[in-house]
């Protein structure tokens, strides 16, 4: 009789084993869409910042800004 009842016992388990693989796979999903998101914003971001810093640079280059607005705006690009 207590034969059975160990063999059962191991099956009581399963249900909960199932559940937390479950949970831990939306958790991993979750993680890993916000991970994609932030690389993309990141990235982005820095394209963003490229483009700019060459706009700065041809208009130091045509002249149409001095040597001191180009190093303090190339600055607040470089620091963002």
Do not use: C, W
């Amino acid at each position: 009789m207590m034969r059975g009842f160990n063999f059962y016992y191991g099956f009581h388990l399963i249900p909960i084993i199932y559940g937390l693989l479950f949970l831990g796979g939306i958790i991993a999903l979750v993680v890993y869409v916000v991970n994609k998101l932030s690389n993309v914003y990141t990235i982005n971001k820095k394209m963003t910042n490229n483009e700019a810093l060459q706009i700065l640079n041809k208009r130091f280059a045509a002249g149409e800004i001095d040597e001191e607005e180009y190093k303090r705006k190339k600055k607040i690009l470089l620091d963002e």
